[in-house]
Structure formats: C-alpha cells, structure tokens
Nanobody, 124 residues
Framework: QVQLVESGGELVQTGGSLRLSCAAS????????MGWFRQTPGKEREFVAA????????DYTNSVKGRFTISRDNTENTVYLQMNSLKPEDTAVYYC?????????????????WGQGTQVTVSS
C-alpha cells in the first residue's frame, strides 16, 4: 500500500525556519515529480512547490520564491521542503503529493497520492 508521511511541522516564530520531510513507502516514486501543497480552513488547497523526477527542475508559487526550497533524495524516496523567513501567512497544513507526471504540475488534480499533512504555525 502506498503511503506518504510528512513530518517537521511545528510552531515557529516569524522569521524562523522549518524543514518538512515526506517519506514515501509502498512503491518507488523516483520516476515521478513530487509536490508540496498547503491548506488553511475554509480555503482550497494551494500549490507551494514541485520538483521533477530527477530534481533538475523546480517550481514555486510566487509567495514563497526565494524563501522555500524543494529537494528530493530518490535513494531514500523522500522529498523535502526547506522553509526560511517564515511569515504568519505561511501558517497552514502542508501536504506532500506524488504527481502523475515526471515534470511536475501546480494543479492538484495532477497528483494521485497524498500524505496526511503536517501543521505549520508561524506566530507573529
């Protein structure tokens, strides 16, 4: 059974940093892009970042460019999200997901496996 498990979310002050991890098990995803999304109550899930199967191509939503970095370790079947200079508006539940394609997408419907989410709270 495919399983994605996120970790690393916690309460942090404005300007702080966190590193989220997403460990995949049940199959290998090294041929597929992976992404991070986030969601706050009452809002739709929002694209944050994506990385191609090789790690050679990344994409970010404008609000996190220059602050967040997505990376992956295909030998460990794990994807990471390094988050720096955190702001209160980054507060959300963060989800990792596996894309149907190798090159990544910002569209949630293009992702077919999802983790359970990890809460990130940035205090002002």
């Amino acid at each position: 059974q495919v399983q994605l498990v996120e970790s690393g979310g916690e309460l942090v002050q404005t300007g702080g940093s966190l590193r989220l991890s997403c460990a995949a098990s049940g199959r290998t995803f090294r041929s597929y892009a992976m992404g991070w999304f986030r969601q706050t109550p009452g809002k739709e899930r929002e694209f944050v970042a994506a990385i191609s199967w090789s790690g050679g191509s990344t994409d970010y939503t404008n609000s996190v460019k220059g602050r967040f970095t997505i990376s992956r370790d295909n030998t460990e079947n794990t994807v990471y999200l390094q988050m720096n200079s955190l702001k209160p508006e980054d507060t959300a539940v963060y989800y990792c997901a596996v894309c149907r394609y190798s090159s990544g997408s910002y569209v949630s419907h293009d992702y077919n496996y999802w983790g359970q989410g990890t809460q990130v709270t940035v205090s002002s």
